[in-house]
């Protein structure tokens, strides 16, 4: 098993390579943080997950409806089973995201790049899901085809 990420910076190896080919594998993603600004990492990784063959889920407060997916407010609001809950917020606030994600019976949490906490990777991983933090799909897309 390899591990990867930022020894140095974060005193651990936090995402494992088996784990991030795991998820890169589950179909339904819901994107917390994706509105429709062209300019944000989250519209252009989500248009990636959807040209891959995911259905994206937009989750932002103003529930819009991106890349032809319609929006919801909340995880919880969405009416149908997620296996991704990609986290596109800064790390002060992912935590009641991931809370979020266990609680509607997500898969997997993706912590995007820079959006650290370590507590809230481990209450998912307590509940079973697979974890993958401070990396981006479409770099992983990159290095693993």
């Not at 080919?21 to 944000?40: D, H, I, M, S």
């Not at 889920?57 to 103003?62: A, E, F, N």
């Not at 919880?76 to 606030?93: A, T």
Request: net charge negative; proline share 3%.
């Amino acid at each position: 098993m390899l591990l990867v990420g930022n020894l140095g910076l974060w005193g651990a190896q936090i995402s494992q390579e088996e784990d991030i080919k795991t998820v890169l594998r589950l179909k339904t993603w819901a994107v917390v943080g994706l509105g429709n600004n062209p300019e944000r990492a989250a519209f252009g990784v989500s248009k990636l997950l959807q040209n891959k063959g995911h259905r994206i889920v937009p989750v932002y407060p103003r529930a819009e409806t991106v890349h032809g997916e319609v929006g919801y407010k909340t995880l919880s609001e969405i009416p149908f089973e997620i296996d991704v809950v990609d986290c596109f917020v800064n790390s002060n606030l992912v935590g009641k995201v991931v809370d979020e994600a266990i609680s509607i019976g997500a898969k997997a949490v993706w912590l995007q790049l820079d959006v650290i906490d370590l507590e809230a990777v481990d209450r998912a991983k307590a509940a079973g899901l697979l974890t993958v933090m401070d990396r981006c799909p479409a770099i992983e897309y990159q290095k693993n085809g």
